[in-house]
């Protein structure tokens, strides 16, 4: 029985008995005007952060949504792409399908706008997705990813860039963690299918994304998630455990590396009315611009003394140099 066979078990629990502190997300549910979420898709909602974003939703995209939970977020995909088969749900536990679908029913009732018509439930395995090749605008995960071990981790993210069509977004939300996580811990099956031994540090989880293809990964959010104490876990020191909302972008990659925004803006504060560095990025006076890590660097490494570098907030939104 490998460690995916217990996660399945694990949600097939979940999906029959609702589990409402199997996740911590401290992202607000999106209130959309008119939307009307039934009480068992919030009860079974299983992500750690939001894969929700109006940007990335505007003229009516095609998503794919791996790993569907109670269905909250299939139907806010929906809200914005109000067609026939515009999301695609996958998920490989066949109890958490039927209720996902039970649950959209329900939303069905509650909201004169929506129909189940909208959501196609596949059955099917995030490494071996049962979906065409450059067909999905979107695809999203919440809180599934970091259940992978690195060899499936990076299985899985590349079938996400297989499906996406060119220019396409890949948001999810992960458990991450910096503090070295001990082995027992990490190969414990059930702590890593409750979403807290999996987890990577941010440099590994980004790297792995990139090395898949993805020419631009935005950080949109980071925010505590668990800890794992001595008093409730084998362990001898405390390891804190973060959430981290991230989209990356199916765009060719840059000559020199992939541009990786974490929040950090470049202000040009000398006496001309604005510094050129020649290569696209031209700051205006005392005018933040945030830039990616790459462009950081680059500008930092010039040594001037009329330019500063704020350091990563992690929380960036667009509008940035690249």
Known sequence: MSYL???VDFYRDAAIS??????CTTSPVWALPGLDMPKKMLEMNYGCGTTINPRDLSNSPTVLYVGVGGGMELLQFAYFSRRAGAIIGVDRVPEMLAACQENLHTAAEKNDWFRPE????RAGDALELPV???SVDVAAQNCLFNIFKQDDLRKALAEMYRVLKPNGRLVMSDPICDDPIPDHLRNDEVLRAEC???SIPLKAYLKLITEVGFGTVEVRAKRPYRLLSPNHYNTDQLIFIE????CAIKDPMPADGPCIFTGKSAIYYGKEAYFDDQKGHVLNANM???VC???????ASLGRDDIFISESTYFYDGGGCC
Do not use: Q
């Open 118 to 121: 909208f959501i196609s439930l």
């Open 293 to 299: 890590d790459k462009t950081a660097a680059a500008l």
């Open 243 to 246: 959430s981290v909302e991230v």
């Open 196 to 198: 807290l031994s999996g």
């Open 5 to 7: 066979d217990t996660t």
């Open 132 to 134: 065409e090749d450059n």
């Open 288 to 290: 933040p611009l945030a």
């Open 18 to 23: 609702p589990n409402v502190g199997l996740c």
